[in-house]
């Protein structure tokens, strides 16, 4: 028996339906492919800016800050300089831009394709944006036209205007486009202005140290900063001198000539590397000039050059010997003449690190660094230096003082309790006149932040900073005048004008001559012999002063004035961490004594009135409270008292 096998359809039939679904499936997916390239085109291209719409330099006014002798020390805001053309800069720069942001700059059409696709892989792969690929236009491009977020459809407009630039401009103008507005950090946008503020120079003067310098800061303006990180920078600088090697523009002999003649620029180093801590402070005073303007200001200054290289080159020294077991991490500086000037400030050992001043911000206990003006308080109320008081244990409630030493003395005399820090002594002379009288006291002699009704306000137990405490010693190194603290002696602006000149005033005499000179010779017992601040005395000179560390061992200070200068300086930790049992009488008196006697022929500047083409009168109401903070009879810190003015207690 036969089976019979199935009849088979026609092949033809069948290859026909199946191209027919093929070519139908090819355009429905060239058709999706369009019409996502059209979305994502329509995406790009949405709100891509035209050429004729570059974004102009957003710099504030610039502000420079001046020394006493009119060294620049900081600027800050925003610098233009005039814009050049390819002729105007010296080849070693160009050159030096290209080695190490866009070797191939003058072959490439904008864009570098390969360039683009590897730091794609490398940011695909890290699941983070790690790696740019920017050229020189991109670069420009960016500036110009887009904002600086970091997202694939910025890259993609960045790239499609780069192209366009590269169509419509030559390779010259495009690099001074790029060069003459490109930031390069402390407030200076274009190469002209960057020449000026590093090293006092027009562009085309830029030798190539300087040259390789400057293009050193594209990558990093504030990180490779010459005046805030000079090692960074010119570790920098060798690196982009490596780099023109390699791109065939200088050869090793002239890279290494110019590195070993080379200077970190000169203007910054002589203020210090630490003044930036001065300078920032200042420009927090100056805030409401620097909002009413748009032209540019110079703010000369109280600072001395001399006196602050002093006081930061003492303070490594000293740091270096300090063992590390002693667990000492931080310091704080301030030097006032009699009058209130501010001519020297470290409010930290690294300002790159932590701009955060311990001069003016920091609020610690003081310890026994009060207690002299609880001992002004006693003069004033009819006690000498040579009535005797009890130093016999105290306790008042749960509060109950012991010596620093523990030790039990009978009675003293005021001169020998204030020279032995005796805490029972104090206390005790305190409840006998009075905390209200003390708080008095305090407050004609300049404190910002008053001692509380409490008999522990007497060993220190209130908060305070190193400005308001030094310039409360300065109150009596001036014999009694009232002082405040100043630092702007004048503002002009960039059409010549003269905003402010600081007008000397007229100083209350708020304690009584007598009783200040009767405080000193008992301060003066502190630094003699037997007394807490030994370490401080300077040998031929009459130096008064204060020892204070807080308990635990967390603060520890020295104030202290010759007949020139007042200094305070500061030791302890940023997390109020104990010390291992530094106190006042070591490391800060022996920085104190270092610098004070290292200083000791120094002269007082003269304080010129400066000339300009005019003055103008600035906001009446910022003007006036300028005045104030400057010329005595305010509270910088907490708003002015206005009629509250302290009055002599006679």
Same mark, same amino acid.
């Given at each position: ?19 027919a ?6 355009? &429905? ?20 800016p035209? @050429? ?6 957003? *710099? ?5 800050? @001046? ?33 190490v ?24 792969k890290?699941? #983070?944006?790690v ?27 960045e ?13 010259d ?7 003459? #507005? ?29 040259s390789a310098m ?5 990558r *990093?303006?504030?990180y ?7 090692r &960074? ?24 000539e ?10 910054f180093?002589?203020?210090? /590397? ?12 100056i ?9 540019? @200001? ?6 001395d ?13 000293? =740091? ?10 931080q310091?704080?500086l301030?030097?006032? *003449?009699? /009058? ?21 911000? *920091?609020? #610690?206990?003081? %310890?026994?660094t009060?207690?002299?003006f ?7 109320n009819?006690?000498?230096p ?6 016999? $244990?105290?306790?008042?409630?749960d ?13 003293v005399t ?25 708080i /008095?006291v ?32 300065a ?13 702007v ?11 402010? +000149?600081?007008? !000397? ?14 405080l000193?010779?008992?301060? +003066?017992g502190?630094?003699?012999? %037997? ?20 308990q ?8 202290? =004035? ?15 961490? !104990?010390?291992?049992?530094v ?10 004594h ?7 022929g120094?002269?007082? !500047? ?10 103008? $009168?600035a ?16 509270d910088?810190?907490n ?12």
């Open positions: 028996m036969s089976v019979k096998k199935p009849k088979r359809r026609p092949a033809k039939k069948k290859t026909r339906r199946n191209a679904k093929r070519k139908s499936l090819r355009r &429905r997916l060239i058709a999706l492919a369009a019409l996502l390239l059209a979305a994502a085109g329509f995406y790009l291209l949405h709100g891509l035209s @050429l004729d719409n570059a974004k102009p330099i957003n *710099a504030r006014p610039s502000v420079t800050i @001046l020394a006493v002798d009119g060294t620049p020390i900081a600027r800050f805001g925003g610098l233009q300089g005039r814009i050049l053309a390819i002729s105007d800069v010296p080849p070693d720069l160009v050159h030096a831009v290209l080695s942001e866009n070797r191939d700059f003058y072959s490439d059409y904008g864009i570098e394709p390969l360039a683009i696709l590897r730091a794609a892989w490398v940011n695909l890290a699941g #983070r944006w790696e740019g690929a920017s050229t020189i236009t991109q670069q420009l491009a960016k500036n110009l036209f887009l904002t600086p977020n970091k997202t694939l459809r910025r890259k993609a407009q790239a499609i205007i780069a192209l366009e630039l590269t169509h419509k401009y030559s390779k103008q495009i690099l001074m486009a790029y060069l003459n #507005r490109v930031y390069f950090g402390n407030g200076a946008y274009g190469v002209d202005a960057a020449a000026e503020l590093y090293f006092n120079e027009r562009a085309s003067r830029l030798d190539l140290f300087q400057l293009a050193g800061l594209l *990093a303006p504030e490779y900063s010459p005046d805030v990180h000079p &960074r920078a010119m570790a920098r600088t060798h690196m982009v001198l490596h780099e023109m090697i390699e791109a065939g523009y200088i050869t090793p002999r002239a890279a290494h110019a590195y070993e003649n080379g200077r970190l620029p000169q203007h180093a002589t203020a210090g /590397d630490l003044n930036r801590y001065f300078a920032a402070w200042v420009l927090g005073q805030d409401g000039f620097t909002a009413s303007t748009t032209n540019d @200001l110079t703010v000369k200054t109280t600072l050059p001399q006196l602050q290289l002093m006081a930061e080159s003492q303070a490594r020294r000293v =740091f270096e010997h300090i063992p590390k077991d002693r667990h000492v991490t310091m704080a301030v030097t006032e *003449a009699p /009058d209130g000037a501010v001519l020297a400030m470290i409010g930290g050992r690294d300002y790159a690190r932590s701009q955060y001043n311990r001069a003016t911000q *920091a609020l #610690r206990q003081p %310890g026994s009060v207690k002299p609880v001992y002004l308080a006693a003069l004033e009819g006690w000498t040579q009535s005797t008081i009890s130093a016999a $244990p105290i306790k008042t409630g509060y109950h003082p012991n010596n620093y030493d523990d030790e039990s003395y009978g009675a005021l001169a020998e309790a204030l020279q032995k820090s005796l805490n029972t002594a104090t206390v005790r002379l305190l409840r006998d006149i009075g905390v209200e009288k003390f /008095d305090a407050r004609r002699a300049g404190f910002t932040h008053l001692p509380k009704d409490e008999l522990s306000s007497a060993l220190g137990a209130d908060n305070v900073d190193l400005l308001e405490l030094t310039n409360a010693y109150t009596l190194a001036s014999g009694g005048k009232e002082t405040w603290p100043y630092a002696l004048s503002i002009t602006d960039s059409a010549g004008n003269l905003i402010y +000149q600081r007008q !000397p005033p007229e100083r209350e005499q708020v304690f009584s001559s007598a009783h200040v000179a009767a000193d010779g008992m301060m +003066q502190v630094v003699a012999p %037997g007394g807490t601040g030994a370490h401080a005395a300077i040998p031929g000179v009459a130096v008064a002063g204060k020892t204070g560390t807080s635990n061992f967390r603060d520890a200070w020295f104030i202290g =004035f010759t007949q020139k200068l007042v200094t305070g300086v500061w030791m302890g930790n940023d997390d109020d961490s !104990p010390m291992h049992s106190t006042g009488g070591m490391y800060p008196a022996e920085l104190w270092d610098y004070m006697g290292a200083v000791e120094f002269t007082l !500047p003269q304080f010129v009135p400066e000339t300009a083409q005019s003055l103008v $009168p906001d009446n109401a910022f003007a006036d409270m300028l005045n104030r903070w400057s010329s005595g009879g305010g910088f810190l708003g002015f008292r206005g009629s509250d003015k302290p009055v002599y207690n006679h």
